[in-house]
């Protein structure tokens, strides 16, 4: 099937740390979207990546888009404790989204 | 206040019966998607529906049902046939199906 894998699945970092998240395919992403679910919470749209090698940032949030567009990355400047939650990637094809499992999310303060 | 809503947040279920989620927009989206929720396995699609009187199978069917006789509605009945429903699950919609999915709150089942 059409799967996008996650990793980590788990991250536990210290506050003010950096935190990474990979999503990977074997097939060519048409385009991917990252979501974000607190604790408890539903998952809320963060971002959507569409072109080869693309890169778009949201405050302390950078996303990545693979040049061969088979993989993205979800990184985190300097963690905080309101960033606790999973994140989880999407691909989007055949009318429909594809999540991953997900990074479950940890910060220490 | 636009929006997509699910009643109830949680509801309980004995063996045997079917139970209704509910799912409303007024968001006035065409699509709109039902998901499982399980611990570590992420989100997984059940049925999807891109335009009213219209629905597909998504990649965990079996069990459910849902109908989209109006726009903004889309609810997913919990059958009998569903062996383990216990679950959290969330309703979504979107403009159409290529574009962002805005997510209800979600409905925590639990079977007794």
């Known amino acids: 099937g059409q799967q996008v894998m996650q990793i980590p699945q788990y991250q536990h970092v210290q506050e003010g740390e950096d935190f990474t998240t990979y999503c990977n395919s074997s097939?060519?992403?048409?385009?991917i979207q990252w979501y974000k679910q607190r604790p408890g919470g539903h998952p809320v749209f963060l971002i959507q990546?569409?072109?080869?090698?693309e890169v778009k940032k949201q405050k302390r949030l950078t996303f990545q888009f693979g040049e061969a567009k088979k993989n993205s990355s979800l990184h985190i400047t300097a963690t905080q404790t309101t960033d606790v939650g999973t994140y989880f990637c999407?691909?989007?094809?055949?009318?429909?989204?594809?999540f991953g499992k997900g990074t479950l999310l940890t910060v220490n303060p | 206040d636009g929006g997509i809503t699910q009643s109830p947040k949680y509801l309980f279920r004995k063996e045997g019966q079917n139970v209704t989620l509910s799912c409303e927009q007024n968001l006035n989206h065409d699509a709109m998607y039902w998901y499982r929720q399980d611990p570590g396995q992420g989100l997984r699609l059940i049925y999807y529906?891109?335009?009213?009187?219209?629905?597909q199978k998504g990649d965990i069917a079996e069990g459910y049902s849902v109908s989209r006789e109006k726009k903004e509605s889309f609810p997913l009945t919990v059958t009998s046939a569903q062996k383990n429903p216990t679950a959290f699950y969330l309703c979504?919609?979107?403009?159409?199906?290529?574009?962002?999915?805005?997510f209800g709150p979600g409905t925590r089942l639990l079977v007794l």
């Open positions: 990546l569409v072109k080869s090698g």
């Open positions: 999407a691909r989007g094809s055949n009318y429909k989204l594809t």
């Open positions: 097939t060519t992403l048409s385009n």
């Open positions: 979504a919609s979107s403009i159409d199906s290529q574009e962002t999915q805005y």
């Open positions: 529906s891109q335009i009213v009187n219209d629905f």
